[in-house]
């Protein structure tokens, strides 16, 4: 699969999920998914990465290093406005591995 282009870099409402969210060449809207983990209510850390096929509704679990591997690919799409919180992601694989 080739990337087309990244749709968002996004932390979502959920209580801190973070997602980049981008277009391959098969036309399906994928995301990169860290999944907040909360603990009696409270976030504490990310769950195992997730790629979700958000098009056919897909979901495959990831390994943290091959998550590293999605964002080593994603990098080079990633805007400026967007590396802040992309850098945030890459940190949270990195303190996974």
Known sequence: MNISHILSVEKLRNGGSLIVSFQADDF???????????CQGISSGYLPPVLVNRTLDIEVDLSWSVAKSWLHRLERYIDKVDQPLFNTIWNAVDENI
Not at 31 to 38: D, E, G, Q, S, T
């Open 28 to 38: 399906c809207e994928y995301w990169l998914m860290l999944p907040i983990k909360v």
